[in-house]
């Protein structure tokens, strides 16, 4: 792990964009924040994560940076940049949860109650910061599928066929890095109903690359456009997973120890970086007796 880094005022994120890795923030003013809020209670938390750093990052490889610069930004990076802007303007970095045991059942709590507090810190949290020396493309994240579990593509190849073909044979997959703008899109789409169907998304928007046996020369632009999300059609879900940590194998390690104090259970729990990013800004308006900023109309 790379000590918290700068270099002559600039701040290196964790995982490197295609554009650098030096970025230069500021505290957030009132409008950003009024605008972040907005978004994150519409539910768009890609959207006003965007706002934030929008509002927060002074230069970029030193340059002033457009929103279409930040929508290249990997979304740990992102999210890093969105946890000092937090931290500059004085926001919660503490989460408050509730996670029930995987064994019993048995739910645990946390949260500031009576002089105790069990909330996850962000500020704890490992950052793990790739080789700042590397080319981007060097780190793009490899998938190579067990004998069996490999994916098959079949399909009719007409009306008139009884049985299906195979066209292709998948063994391995390169993804880059999931980004600010994909998660934008992704967000913005409102025909993808559940979470699953949006990871799906991610992941195949960022496939750069597969191996394996094709039965013609198909590439992957080829595959991609004729047989969609048939080369995602994991046959074992733990390599569905496999693609969620290594898109996570960089940046803020958002994984909490627990221990279920009825059946003492010990589990890793994934801390969601999306609620954390809501709770935190609606925390925030409650901590200010008297300097509320307002209803949820008020505020648009
Ligand atoms: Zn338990």
Request: glycine letters at 6%; hydrophobic letters at 35%; aromatic letters at 10%.
């Amino acid at each position: 792990m790379v000590p918290f880094l700068l270099y002559g005022g600039k701040m290196i994120i964790p995982r490197k964009s295609a554009l650098g890795n030096r970025v230069e923030i500021q505290k957030p003013n009132t409008e950003t924040i009024l605008k972040v809020f907005s978004r994150a209670q519409g539910g768009k938390y890609a959207n006003s994560m965007a706002s934030l750093l929008e509002g927060s990052i002074e230069s970029f490889e030193g340059e002033k940076v457009s929103l279409t610069h930040l929508k290249q930004l990997p979304l740990v990076s992102a999210e890093f940049i969105a946890v000092e802007a937090f931290k500059l303007y004085g926001l919660p970095t503490k989460l408050e949860g509730v996670y029930p045991c995987p064994r019993c059942d048995f739910k645990i709590i946390h949260e500031e109650k009576d002089g105790a507090d069990n909330r996850p810190d962000l500020n704890d949290f490992q950052v793990i910061y790739d080789d700042p020396e590397e080319s981007y493309e060097s780190e793009f994240f490899k998938l190579s599928l067990e004998e069996g579990n490999e994916v098959s593509i079949k399909v009719k190849k007409s009306k008139q066929d009884e049985e299906e073909t195979e066209v292709a044979t998948l063994t391995e997959y390169i993804f880059s890095d999931i980004t600010l703008g994909t998660m934008m899109e992704i967000e913005n789409d409102t025909t993808l109903k559940d979470s699953s169907s949006h990871l799906k998304k991610a992941y195949y928007m960022h496939l750069v690359d597969v191996n394996g046996n094709t039965t013609e020369d198909l590439d992957l632009k080829t595959l991609k456009s004729r047989y969609g999300y048939m080369i995602m059609n994991f046959p074992d879900v733990s390599d569905f997973f496999s693609i969620s940590e290594g898109m996570r194998r960089f940046g803020i390690q958002p994984y909490v120890p627990m221990c279920c104090p009825d059946c003492k259970k010990e589990w890793e729990q994934v801390v969601d970086f999306a609620s954390f990013f809501v709770y935190a800004l609606r925390s925030s308006q409650s901590k200010n007796t008297g300097k509320s900023i307002g209803t949820k109309t008020r505020i648009r």
